[in-house]
Every structure is written in structure tokens, then in C-alpha cells.
């Protein structure tokens, strides 16, 4: 889903790039883009997980209502935390987007689903499933604090994170 309302991240970066209160933060740009949907914003649901994606496959399908799930997968370059299976629930259940702090799988897939997907890259290796992991957590992607209900802001040039919807 990509809203009517959306500003780019380059906008945001010119308008925030001054803060230091860390209410505005940017992601360093790390990200792959794998959804069928380069832009996405919304409020941010967090989990935290290490190569067990039981609590993201949960999360995805379950109603998205316009939001951003966000997963702290340890940079695990070991297993995929989506595939083509849970990014097509995370669209049809309305997520405005996932964002993956480790891997994704079933590229070609990911890139039919109508929904924002950022990763750091692809893994064929699916997760063993050990209902381990935990959700709505404050949560440090590539450094950077990222809490339940901030914003996210993701585009083509990168991905930021706000205090409140910007």
C-alpha cells in the first residue's frame, strides 16, 4: 500500500537533518527492495527474532491495517525470515510493509506481492519453526533504535524512522 501522502525520504531527510533529539533517524542503506511496492510508510509493529520466523508468519497474517512490521533477525545470513508465501499474506492482509534485518527467500515471488519488502538479501534456507522470539519491543536494526507505534518511511533511496508520523 502506498499512501497518497507519501513523502519521499530524501524530503524528510532534508527536512529533519538537523535533529539531533533522535525523534528522526535513518537507516544506514543496507536495504534490497523485494516487494512488487518500492514505497511504503506506516506505523511500525516490532519482533525480534534469530532464525525462527513462527512470530513473523503470525504477524503477517493477521490484519496489517497499514503498518510496518519490522523484524530484528540479527542480520542472520544463515536462514530467510519471509518467502513467497508469508509476503503475499502481508499483502493480502493489508501490512504497508515488512522490513527484514536478515534474510529474505523466493524472490520472483516477493516481487509479485503488493506490498513494500526491504531485506538485506536473499537465502533459500527456510527458518526451523520453535515459537521463539518476541514482538512489540523496542528493537536496534543496523544500529538504530526502532520502538512499536514509530513511523517508517521507505523509498527507492533508503529507509527512515520518526518518533510520530511525519
Known amino acids: ?23 528522526f533517524r535513518v537507516l544506514p542503506p543496507v536495504w534490497r527492495s523485494f516487494g512488487a511496492v518500492t514505497r511504503c510508510a506506516g506505523p ?17 497474517e493477521s490484519a496489517g491495517e497499514g503498518q510496518v512490521l519490522v523484524v530484528d533477525g540479527g542480520a542472520s545470513m544463515r536462514r530467510a ?21 536478515g534474510c529474505v527467500r523466493d524472490v520472483a515471488e516477493l516481487a509479485q506481492c503488493q506490498t513494500g519488502i526491504f531485506a538485506l538479501t536473499s537465502m533459500p534456507l527456510p527458518t526451523e ?17 526502532v520502538r512499536p507505534g514509530d513511523w517508517l518511511y521507505a523509498d527507492e533511496d533508503g529507509i527512515v524512522v520518526a518518533d510520530r508520523q511525519l
Not at 1 to 23: E, R, V, Y
Not at 44 to 51: A, D, H, P, Y
Request: charged fraction near 20%; proline fraction near 1%; charge should be neutral.
Open 129 to 145: 519453526r520453535r515459537n521463539e522470539g518476541q514482538r512489540d519491543l523496542a528493537v536496534r536494526i543496523q544500529g538504530v533504535w
Open 1 to 23: 500500500m502506498t499512501s497518497t501522502l507519501f513523502i519521499p525520504t530524501c524530503d524528510l531527510c532534508d527536512a529533519h537533518k538537523n535533529d539531533t533529539s533522535g525523534a
Open 44 to 60: 511500525v509493529v516490532t519482533i525480534k527474532c534469530f532464525e525462527d520466523n513462527s512470530l513473523v508468519k503470525s504477524a503477517v
Open 81 to 101: 525470515l519471509l518467502g513467497g508465501n508469508l509476503g503475499a499474506a502481508a499483502a493480502r492482509n493489508g501490512w504497508a510493509g515488512v522490513v527484514i534485518d
